[in-house]
């Protein structure tokens, strides 16, 4: 699956790690209309505000809090953790929540990252605030590389 952006749209891969939905949930919330888009060579392209008006849908905004919560609840609730773990929430005041979700979703599907959680939020004026849970390394190197990239 293509997850980098094509052009100004987002695709389905995009939607997928924003919204921690599954891919068959997604294509439901498609065939339902809730979810609007245009398929191109036979991939699903969003504009920023098809997926912004996806993100407000009261239908669907209770699962999409409801993946968001999950991280973090699923992180404080396992107290016998193996290995090294974070969870960061993490507001970015002045933030481009399309850079923002571009870059995030680019890097954890391409950064050759396993188990990461990710989770993205950003309304009309409001401030992006990204979920991430993971290794301690990973996710400190993914915002570390956020901040570079921002200099």
Same mark, same amino acid.
């Given at each position: 699956?293509?997850?980098?952006?094509?052009?100004?749209?987002?695709?389905? %891969?995009?939607? #997928?790690?924003?919204?921690? =939905?599954?891919? !068959?949930?997604?294509?439901?919330?498609?065939?339902?209309? =809730?979810?609007?888009?245009?398929?191109?060579?036979?991939?699903?392209?969003?504009?920023?505000?098809?997926?912004?008006?996806? =993100?407000?849908? &009261?239908?669907?905004?209770?699962?999409?809090?409801?993946?968001?919560?999950?991280?973090?609840?699923?992180?404080?609730?396992?107290? $016998?953790? $193996?290995?090294?773990?974070?969870?960061?929430?993490?507001?970015? &005041? !002045? %933030?481009?929540?399309?850079?923002?979700?571009?870059?995030?979703?680019?890097?954890?599907?391409?950064?050759?990252?396993? %188990?990461?959680?990710?989770?993205?939020?950003?309304?009309?004026?409001?401030? &992006? !605030?990204?979920?991430?849970?993971? #290794?301690?390394?990973?996710? =400190?190197?993914?915002?570390?590389?956020?901040?570079?990239?921002? $200099?």
């Amino acid at each position: 699956m293509d997850y980098q952006a094509t052009g100004n749209y987002y695709v389905l %891969g995009h939607v #997928k790690v924003i919204t921690g =939905l599954s891919e !068959r949930t997604l294509r439901s919330y498609i065939s339902l209309g =809730l979810l609007k888009g245009e398929k191109i060579n036979g991939m699903w392209h969003f504009t920023e505000e098809q997926l912004g008006d996806f =993100l407000a849908n &009261p239908s669907v905004r209770p699962s999409i809090l409801a993946k968001k919560h999950a991280i973090i609840w699923d992180f404080l609730a396992d107290s $016998k953790k $193996k290995e090294e773990e974070c969870c960061i929430i993490w507001d970015i &005041p !002045r %933030g481009d929540a399309k850079r923002v979700a571009e870059f995030f979703c680019y890097e954890i599907s391409e950064g050759g990252y396993k %188990g990461i959680n990710f989770s993205f939020d950003a309304h009309k004026n409001e401030t &992006p !605030r990204v979920i991430l849970r993971g #290794k301690t390394d990973d996710v =400190l190197l993914i915002i570390s590389k956020y901040k570079e990239l921002k $200099k």
